[in-house]
C-alpha cells in the first residue's frame, strides 16, 4: 500500500509507492527525505542531476517476462567511463528490481539473498571464478564508482559523494552485480535486456530512443588544432589521426587522455583509411577507428592493427589485421565460462572445442587515431589470450578492472578489399600461417579420401569378382619321397589337362624340411608339343630354441606359370638333398589353375593410397606451421640440445 506524507521543507506531498523503500528526493526542493514510520526527516539537498539524454523518467512505464513495472527511483553514478544510471523498478507483483542503463545498454536485475560468504573487494580479480547462489561466476568488471546524485524513492540512503563499490559477474547469459557499498554487500542478478522488448511508455518528450543518431560533437585537437568529432555520446574517446594525442569526448574542456606522438614515435599508416564505407558480410560498416597495439616476446616486438566498425542501429565490430591476414570480430555479449587459472585448457563455446593458442601478457596501445567507444589510452595494456577452432578464433581480453570476450572470423583479404571498394582493389598479401586461418589443404584431403575408399572400395569388388568368376581349380595333387639313395633320378609327376584357354598354372611344394634345405629343378612339359616351362628353387627351414622358439625361412614354397596353353602336362621334379644332412624329404606337389592374381590389386591399392598421403602430408605441414606461432610449439632436438 503507498504511503502519502508531506516534505518537511517545503510541504509537497511524497508518495512511497513501495514498502521497502525508506529513502526518497522531494521533487520540488530537492530535500533528502528519510523514512521513519509515518514521519519524514530531512537530512539535506540532493545534488543536481547530470542530464545525460536518457529516455527514461520516473513513471515511466514497461512490462518484463509479461509483468508490469513503473519505474519509481533513479541513483546515478559516475565511473571511470563516464556515467551510468541504476532506475529503481516496482512491478504490479509488489517486486522490486534494478534497471541500469549505461552507454545505450541496459541490465535488468533482482536483489537475491544468499546465505555463502561472499569474497570481500578487495581479493577479487578480473576472471576469477567462484560459486555463488549455486552457480559458477566469472568476474568481469570492477569499479570504485561514486553515486553522483538521486531521485524518486529508493530502499537506501544514497548521495552525492557516496561511494559506490561494484563487481560485474557473468554466467552465460547470466548477469550479477555484488554492490559493496552496503554491509553485508548485495547480490543482484538478471539478464541483459533489448530495450524495445520493454515496451516502455511515459517516456522523456524529445529524447530519442537509444539509437546511434544522436547529435555529433565537433571540436579541435587540443595538441595540434586539428578538427575532431565524435559521433555520437557512445564515442568516450577520439584520438587525433594528425599529431596522435587522445581526447576524452565527455569532457568539456576536451582534455588528453595521452600526449601526441614524439618525434622518435614510429607512426603506422592504417590500410583502411579513417571514413572508409562499406559491408561486410551484408551489414554496413565504416571505419571510425584504427589503433595499434603491440607486444613483445623474448625482446622481438610483434604489432598489429585493430579498426573500429560502426554499423547499423548503433552496433560496433572490429577488423584486425597481422601480417596481411584479417579478421572480422564481434564481443560477445554471452561469453564462454573460462578461468583465468585454467586459460591453457580448450574453451568450449556454440557447441565447438577452441584450442588455447597462445598467452599474450601485455598488448600495449602504442597509437591511436579515431572514434572509440571507451576511454582508450596510448600506453594502456591489457592481457590477451586465444583460443582457435579455424576459421574461428575466440579472444579473452583483460585489464585490471575489465574482462571482455570476442570472436573472430578470419577473411581472406581480397574480401576485404572488396568490401571497402579499395582503390587500388587489393591489400598485401599474407606472410606466414595465421593462428585460425583455414588450412587450404583441408577440403583437398577430404575430397581425396572420400575418393580413395570409393577406388579401394571399387578395386576390393573387382578382385573379389575374378577371384570367384576365375577361382583356382586343383589339377593335380600327389606325394613325392626324396632319398640320398636316388642319386641322379629325376621324378615325374601324373598328368593333368589343362582346358578351354590358356591360363596361369601355380605349383605349391609343401616339404618335410626341419633344420634342413633342398633344392628343386622344376619342369613343367606339354605332352602332345614337348613345350617346357623351367622353374629352380631352393626352400630352407630352420628352428631352435635360444631365450624361446625361432624359425628361420619356410618349407613350403609356389612358383607361378604365365598363360600356359590348353593340353595336358606333367611335372618333372629333380631334387639337390643337403649333402651335409642326407634325411629323406617327402614332398606334396599341388598344382592349381586360374585363379585371381593378387599383385596387380596390391599395386593398385599401393598406387591409389599415394595420393591422400601426400595431401595428408601438405596438411600437416601446413598445421605445423601453424602452431610453430603459438605457445605450443613442437621442440625441435636442436632446440633441446641448446636446452642442455
Not at 571511470?80 to 528490481?97: A, K, P, V, Y
Not at 595538441?223 to 568529432?229: D, E, F, I, L, T
Not at 551484408?282 to 616476446?297: D, R, T
Amino acid at each position: 500500500m503507498a504511503l502519502t506524507a508531506s516534505c518537511p521543507s517545503c510541504g509537497a506531498p511524497v508518495v512511497f509507492q513501495s514498502a521497502s523503500s525508506i529513502f526518497a528526493v522531494c521533487e520540488y526542493c530537492q530535500s533528502t527525505l528519510v523514512r521513519h514510520d509515518q514521519a519524514l526527516e530531512d537530512i539535506g539537498k540532493m545534488a543536481a542531476l547530470v542530464e545525460d539524454r536518457s529516455p527514461l523518467q520516473l513513471g515511466s512505464e514497461g512490462s518484463y517476462k509479461g509483468v508490469h513495472f513503473a519505474l519509481i527511483g533513479r541513483i546515478q553514478i559516475k565511473y571511470s567511463q563516464g556515467i551510468w544510471n541504476e532506475w529503481h523498478l516496482l512491478f504490479d507483483d509488489m517486486r522490486t528490481g534494478w534497471l541500469s542503463e549505461a552507454a545505450g545498454e541496459y541490465v535488468l536485475t533482482f536483489a537475491q539473498f544468499v546465505p555463502d560468504r561472499l569474497p570481500p573487494f578487495d581479493e577479487l580479480t578480473i576472471g576469477q571464478r567462484f560459486v555463488l547462489a549455486s552457480q559458477t561466476w566469472t568476474v568481469s568488471n570492477i569499479e570504485n564508482a561514486e553515486c553522483v546524485a538521486g531521485q524518486g524513492e529508493l530502499p537506501f540512503k544514497v548521495g552525492g559523494g557516496y561511494p559506490v563499490a561494484a563487481v560485474d559477474l557473468r554466467n552465460g547469459a547470466n548477469f550479477a552485480t555484488l554492490d559493496y557499498s552496503e554491509t553485508p554487500p548485495l547480490l543482484f542478478v538478471g539478464q541483459a535486456v533489448d530495450f524495445r522488448s520493454l515496451k516502455m511508455a511515459n517516456l522523456r518528450q524529445g529524447m530519442p530512443i537509444p539509437t546511434a543518431s544522436v547529435a555529433a560533437q565537433v571540436f579541435r585537437c587540443p595538441s595540434c588544432g586539428a578538427p575532431m568529432s565524435a559521433r555520437s555520446r557512445d564515442i568516450l574517446a577520439v584520438g587525433c589521426a594528425s599529431c596522435g594525442a587522445v581526447v576524452d569526448t565527455a569532457d568539456e574542456s576536451y582534455k588528453l587522455l595521452s600526449k601526441a606522438l614524439g618525434q622518435r614515435d614510429e607512426q603506422y599508416q592504417p590500410r583502411l583509411a579513417l571514413g572508409s564505407k562499406g559491408t561486410l558480410e551484408g551489414k554496413p560498416a565504416e571505419v571510425i577507428g584504427f589503433l595499434v597495439k603491440q607486444c613483445k616476446v623474448d625482446g622481438i616486438a610483434y604489432d598489429w592493427r585493430e579498426y573500429l566498425l560502426a554499423g547499423g542501429h548503433g552496433t560496433y565490430r572490429w577488423l584486425t589485421e597481422y601480417n596481411g591476414h584479417w579478421n572480422i570480430a564481434d564481443v560477445l555479449p554471452n561469453p564462454p565460462n573460462s578461468s583465468g587459472a585454467m586459460e591453457l585448457s580448450d574453451v568450449r563455446w556454440s557447441g565447438q572445442a577452441f584450442k588455447h593458442f597462445s598467452t599474450t601478457p601485455a598488448a600495449e596501445v602504442i597509437q591511436v587515431a579515431g572514434e572509440f567507444t571507451w576511454r582508450v589510452r596510448r600506453g594502456e595494456t591489457s592481457r590477451v589470450v586465444d583460443y582457435v577452432a579455424p576459421p574461428l578464433m575466440l579472444s579473452r581480453e583483460s585489464t585490471a578492472k575489465d574482462l571482455s570476450w570476442s570472436q573472430g572470423l578470419y577473411v581472406a583479404p581480397a574480401v576485404i578489399a572488396e568490401a571497402f571498394k579499395l582503390p587500388d582493389g587489393r591489400l598485401p598479401e599474407p606472410i606466414g600461417v595465421y593462428a585460425n586461418q583455414p588450412n587450404p589443404w583441408e577440403a583437398t584431403h577430404q575430397r581425396v579420401c572420400k575418393l580413395f575408399w570409393k577406388l579401394a572400395l571399387l578395386a576390393v569388388l573387382l578382385q573379389l569378382f575374378f577371384a570367384f568368376v576365375s577361382g583356382g581349380k586343383s589339377l593335380l595333387r600327389q606325394e613325392l619321397a626324396f632319398s640320398s639313395q636316388m642319386a641322379e633320378e629325376t621324378l615325374v609327376t601324373r598328368e593333368f589337362e589343362v582346358r578351354d584357354k590358356p591360363r596361369k598354372i601355380t605349383v605349391r611344394n609343401t616339404t618335410t624340411l626341419d633344420n634342413n634345405w633342398i633344392g628343386l629343378d622344376l619342369l613343367l612339359v606339354n605332352k602332345a608339343t614337348g613345350n617346357a616351362w623351367p622353374a629352380a628353387r631352393e626352400l630352407a627351414f630352420y628352428q631352435g630354441y635360444d631365450d624361446g622358439h625361432w624359425t628361420e625361412g619356410s618349407n613350403e614354397d609356389e612358383v607361378v606359370f604365365l598363360d600356359v596353353p590348353p593340353g595336358t602336362y606333367y611335372l618333372s621334379v629333380d631334387p639337390d638333398l643337403a649333402p651335409e644332412k642326407p634325411v629323406p624329404v617327402r614332398d606334396t606337389v599341388e598344382v592349381f589353375s586360374g585363379g585371381a592374381g593378387w599383385s596387380n590389386f596390391v599395386m593398385v591399392l599401393l598406387f591409389l593410397v599415394i595420393f591422400p598421403v601426400f595431401t595428408r602430408l601438405r596438411h600437416a605441414a601446413f598445421e605445423a606451421g601453424r602452431w610453430a606461432e603459438s605457445d605450443h610449439a613442437p621442440v625441435s632436438s636442436d632446440d633441446a640440445d641448446e636446452d642442455d
